[in-house]
């Protein structure tokens, strides 16, 4: 039997969520192995989900939303440790939706950002402009 428009929709879905945090985590071994894990144990869990349309659109939108999320709702940084600076460069994708003035502080994705965080350390964020993003930047 052939799928479902359904489960075609999702396999796109799921195929574009890998695509989005291969970019989005280009060169972090660490980040894109614990997110290949992450989507398809969220897949797995809905696998067999059945119940009414309106439930498996809001599973199906679930995926849309998780895409946009990684493509444009994410920045990296990384810590300068000389400088006590997260630099984070911002990319012509995400500067639609930013607003300097309410970034304020940088979640720990590593232990060490974390432990200088606890410390009552917490480095400044230094945004600039990414590839294709034109001149300047900022600190925050």
């Known amino acids: 039997m052939p799928p479902s428009i359904t489960a075609l929709r999702a396999l796109s879905g799921y195929r574009r969520l890998f695509r989005a945090r291969r970019q989005l985590f280009a060169g972090d071994h660490r980040a894109l192995i614990e997110s290949r894990l992450a989507i398809r144990a969220e897949f797995d869990r809905n696998r067999n989900v059945v119940g009414p349309p309106?439930?498996?659109?809001?599973?199906?939108a679930m995926i849309d939303d998780a895409e946009d999320m990684l493509l444009h709702g994410i920045v990296r940084g990384e810590l300068n440790t000389d400088r006590?600076?997260?630099?984070?460069?911002?990319?012509?994708n995400h500067e639609a939706r930013m607003d300097r003035n309410t970034m304020t502080h940088v979640?720990?994705?590593?232990?060490?950002?974390?432990?200088m965080m606890m410390d009552g350390r917490r480095?400044?964020?230094?945004?600039?402009k990414g590839s294709g993003g034109g001149d300047g930047g900022g600190s925050i």
Do not use: C, F
């Open 54 to 60: 309106d439930h498996i659109e809001s599973l199906l």
């Open 84 to 92: 006590n600076v997260v630099e984070v460069k911002i990319g012509p």
């Open 107 to 115: 979640d720990p994705i590593t232990a060490e950002t974390g432990d």
């Open 123 to 128: 480095p400044r964020i230094e945004v600039t």
